[in-house]
């Protein structure tokens, strides 16, 4: 699925969180959102999910506007994981993947289930209840819930935050198989710049609401005259001036 986003403006009272955002996420491809705390990245992921209603501007998706009349329709080829975002805790890890399940309406449900389960090697907490889950299994389950209805796009909102090296490298080598073998497309918002360099075609950097920069990681490197990305993440959020 292609996205693409543009003048979108969020505003609340008299702060704007997201001001006059424009960019493309093509199909099959994987794009990184980056931006220091505070930059207006989580806002702009809740409005390309429905979730948030824009001050203005427009969300397409396959070249259809995301509105409330077809909102549902849409998001049902949609999915999101996030280490923020709690599952239910009492729930076990199978009765959770259950309910997602059939919220979004997937056939075959434990054929499903069974794949996922295999895939990430949920088997030894499957009957656990989710808010008894260590930090890098909880990574794993919120992963298996985002991918339960094989979504065309798929929002990852740091996912592999807080996780060991061992565990953190399992999610990205899982990430990487996963999209290689089905169509999906990625918006990948991350404070891990190796992650963003290893997954990413392209990546977007947003800074007080704003878009202050985008390319390749090459590009970017190359154009602020720095090594790797991490330094050039460092220097546009440090810079006290927009940089174009």
Known sequence: MKLEIKNLVKKFESVTAVNNISFTLEKNSTLGLLGPNGCGKTTSIGMMLGLITPTSGKIYINDIVLEPKNRIELLTMINFASPYIELPKKLTVKQNLEVYARLYGVKKIYE???????????????????????????????????????????????????????????????????????????????????????????????????????????????????????????KIARSKNELG
């Open 112 to 234: 499903r289930l069974s794949e996922l389960v295999e895939d990430l090697n949920l088997q030894k907490f499957l009957n656990k209840k989710t808010g008894e889950l260590s930090s890098g299994q909880k990574n794993r389950v919120s992963l298996a819930k985002s991918l339960i209805n094989k979504p065309k796009l798929l929002f990852l909102d740091e996912p592999t935050a807080s996780l060991d090296p061992d565990v953190g490298d399992f999610v990205r080598e899982y990430i990487e198989r996963y999209k290689k073998n089905n169509e999906l497309t990625i918006l990948l918002a991350s404070h891990n710049m190796k992650e963003v360099e290893r997954l990413c075609n392209k990546v977007v950097m947003m800074k007080q609401g704003e878009i202050v920069d985008s390319g390749t990681c090459g590009e970017l490197i190359k154009k602020h005259g720095r090594t790797n990305l991490e330094d050039t993440f460092l």
